[in-house]
């Protein structure tokens, strides 16, 4: 592998970054999340041992890496806090490995009070968020009232900004103001100790470190069809989730962002609320929720579950600049006999290759299948590309000829040796 990697989700979150980021972290020096919040749920197993990060980069269960925390996440410091202490807990030394953006924007309990609201009013349409305070966070960001990170070093500053904002969201909250304001400042004065430390300049670190030639991974979180203005607007996240946000989120230049590493489900999940097109009703959705483990690391919640669809991921690949993908999940198909892939949408009278921007067509559309044989033969254990059944090298081939995109690796299980390497990534 030369250069840097950028790692991005190809579907609607959920495909797997967080294992194939830490497979690949061994070869890489620097892990740096550039979006998102304690919404994204990263699982790996190490030993057999299940791991759920939120915040903290998947590469810091190798001891060679340092990990990053860009300015383009959100954070909850208890939540921090408390991913941190598990970390050490299990043995991971956190000491000169973790570094924090200062601009950072910070989480606090009136976002989440706001976001429960918000997603009741809507009722039916509620657009199914983790309620985890990240959307209100980003909409304080834009609307220039947040606070960074930064400002938990510096009490004063820190008191009157939340004074403000506790009277911008006072029609959320039934209490008394001082009462939230000294309950919000203690917490942060308890988990103050344990955060400045690891505060850092992340720009210009990333900047000195690709001069002396250490090599960078960028983790993404979500997926692109999640993504703020590329996804299913309005159901989809608050970030910029797609591998132009690296730049944004980490404030580098996309000249140093290297190869992009598209992630997909060898079929599709979705959580929450929004337009799904390939959606199975069927018990077959069942069997592939059962089977994939299919329920949020985050929230519990269980995925909704459909065939693959071409057509979204070509235009995932297509905003991304993906240079090759890793297929997640094959072994979740090993027991059907036959296998559909969306190749078109139908709406109304039209056959539609492109995907839609408008999301009441989106809705209207519904999906033209190509049929594949399954190959009804346990793929769980093989290492080899050369052991993989016949059949289901012709689904990957199918995939790779439809998104003019290689398949550099395949995950058949959850572990890091579950992994078969298909071709090097650049």
């Known amino acids: 592998m030369k250069g840097n990697l950028a790692i991005v989700g190809l579907q609607w979150g959920d495909e797997g970054k967080g294992k194939i980021v830490d497979v690949l972290s061994e070869k890489y020096d620097i ?6 919040g304690h919404n994204a749920g990263h699982t790996v197993y190490i ?28 954070i909850d410091l208890k939540a921090l806090k408390s991913e941190m202490s598990m970390l050490e807990n299990l043995g991971v030394s956190l000491e000169r490995r973790l570094l924090i953006s200062k601009k950072a924007h910070l989480i606090f309990p009136y976002h989440v009070t706001y976001e429960n609201q918000c997603e009741e009013s809507l009722a039916e349409k509620k657009i199914g968020t983790t309620m985890r305070g990240v959307g209100p966070s980003y909409e304080d960001k834009i609307g220039r009232r947040g606070i960074q990170i930064a400002d938990i070093e510096n009490l004063q500053y820190l008191k009157e900004k939340l004074s403000l904002n506790i009277d911008y969201y006072k029609h959320y909250y039934r209490v008394n103001k001082n009462e939230i304001l000294e309950a919000m400042l203690n917490e942060i004065v308890h988990v103050r100790p344990h955060i400045v430390p690891y505060l850092a300049d992340v720009t210009m670190y ?27 607007y309005p159901y989809v ?27 997909m489900k060898a079929y599709v999940t979705r959580v929450g609320g929004g337009v799904f097109p390939t959606e199975i009703y069927t018990n077959e959705a069942e069997i592939i929720r059962q089977k994939g483990k299919e329920y949020g690391a985050t929230t519990g919640r269980p995925r909704r579950c459909g065939w693959l669809d071409l057509v979204a991921l070509k235009y995932a690949c297509t905003i991304n600049g993906c240079e090759s993908l890793a297929v997640t999940k094959l072994d979740v198909l090993d027991d059907f006999d036959k296998i559909k892939i969306c190749v078109a949408y139908q709406h109304k009278n039209e056959i539609l290759t492109d995907f839609p921007s408008e999301l009441w067509i989106l809705q209207e559309c519904t999906p033209v299948y190509k049929e594949i044989p399954g190959w009804k033969t346990n793929t769980h254990s093989l290492k080899n590309y050369d052991d993989v059944p016949l059949q289901a090298k012709n689904y990957l081939k199918a ?27 650049e």
């Open 31 to 36: 892990i740096a999340r550039f979006q998102g």
């Open 47 to 74: 030993d057999k041992e299940k791991v759920i990060l939120h915040l903290i980069p998947s590469g810091i269960l190798w001891k060679h890496t340092t990990c990053v925390i860009g300015n383009g996440v959100v």
């Open 206 to 232: 990333l900047t000195d470190k690709m001069e002396v030639g250490d090599k960078i991974l960028f983790e993404g979180a979500q997926g692109t069809m999640l993504d703020i203005d590329h996804g299913t």
């Open 237 to 263: 996240t608050s970030s910029s989730t797609v591998s132009g946000g690296i730049c944004t989120g980490l404030g580098i230049s996309p000249t140093k962002i290297g190869s992009i590493l598209g992630i």
């Open 399 to 425: 995939i790779e000829d439809y998104l003019g995109c290689s398949i550099a690796l395949l995950s058949n299980g959850p572990t890091r040796k579950d992994i078969i390497t298909v071709k090097g990534i």
